[in-house]
């Protein structure tokens, strides 16, 4: 395996266990959240549940998950959310 493949991989390890954390919050209030992908620094997600059409969603994205996920994984660049 090459060393940018693993990078990768410790990556998206990474940002997996700060979505698992943050995810009990986001269920307690009727939502989910899912890794999609991650790529060239930018982290894609999935609002689910009660997150979907919630217009509060993107202020948790950017303001919640996005900053907690920069703060565990630096090597990310952004956060986005992509619909299902």
Known sequence: MS?????ELDVRARVE???EAIRPYI???GGDIELVDVSDG???IRL???C???MYSMMTLQAGVERMIR???PEIQAVEAVPF
Request: proline content about 0%; some cysteine; hydrophobic content about 50%.
């Open 52 to 54: 979907v059409g919630c």
């Open 48 to 50: 689910a549940g009660a």
């Open 3 to 7: 060393e940018a493949v693993s990078n």
């Open 17 to 19: 266990r700060v979505l």
């Open 27 to 29: 269920q307690a209030d």
């Open 71 to 73: 703060e565990e994984v």
């Open 42 to 44: 930018i982290v894609q």
